[in-house]
Antibody, heavy 123, light 113 residues
């Protein structure tokens, strides 16, 4: 049974950099995509970006200049960094796994979620 | 970006009755080369992460009860709960994975009448 366990600082000051890490237990690290999704309190879901086991990344253009996702396959971990945090970035951040349909052109959907980390940005 | 909309915002249904949630994409998410719709449905209960219910618009994830079904094609999709149970009280989101950035609908809240 795949489990995603995530950790990182939950309280940041404006302009600081968010750093979260997610460890994958009970499953292979490939050929999946590893994704970060966030949810502001009481609001909907926003896709932040993804990385595959080869280190290829895709980011949401709305965050592209501030976001970096990396992977450490030796530890079965992947990480998120989001710089220049503001109050608008306050949200629950989820690490997730996306299953890839190898029969199609890389179509993928999220099928496993971490427990979420509430990140609050406040001075 | 593909914009996803859902209706209604909120839905109250009696136990054992049918619940229907609609989802619309701003452009077609049907890929012509494989005739598949790149749409997923998620259920989120209070204080929990979302849970995958359906992908390819109509394929139920393993372990998801048969009362959940998805339909639709192109730009218009529906999630149906055929006989609402108390444990189905939740927020439901549709999501397109046709093109990045993958985007979600705003969600529909289902509760008991």
């Amino acid at each position: 049974q795949v489990q995603l366990q995530q950790w990182g600082a939950g309280l940041l000051k404006p302009s600081e950099t968010l750093s979260l890490t997610c460890a994958v237990y009970g499953g292979s690290f490939s050929p999946y995509y590893w994704t970060w999704i966030r949810q502001p309190p009481g609001k909907g879901l926003e896709w932040i970006g993804e990385i595959n086991d080869r280190g290829s990344t895709t980011y949401n253009p709305s965050l592209k200049n501030r976001v970096a996702i990396s992977v450490d396959t030796s530890k079965n971990q992947f990480s998120l960094k989001l710089s220049s945090m503001t109050a608008a970035d306050t949200a629950v951040y989820y690490c997730t796994r996306a299953t890839v349909d190898t029969l199609t052109t890389g179509a993928r959907w999220v099928d496993h979620w971490g427990q979420g980390t509430l990140v609050t940005v406040s001075s | 970006d593909i914009v996803m909309t859902q209706s209604p915002d909120s839905l109250a249904v009696s136990l054992g009755e049918r619940a229907t949630i609609n989802c619309k994409s701003s452009q077609s998410i049907l890929y012509s080369s494989n005739n598949k719709n790149y749409l997923a449905w998620y259920q989120q209960k209070a204080g929990q992460p979302p849970k995958l219910l359906i992908y390819w618009a109509s394929t139920r994830e393993s372990g998801v009860p048969e009362r959940f079904s998805g339909s639709g094609s192109g730009t218009d999709f529906t999630l149906t709960i055929s006989s609402l149970q108390a444990e189905d009280v939740a927020l439901y989101y549709c999501q397109q994975y046709f093109s990045t950035p993958f985007t979600f609908g705003p969600g529909t809240t289902v509760h008991i009448k």
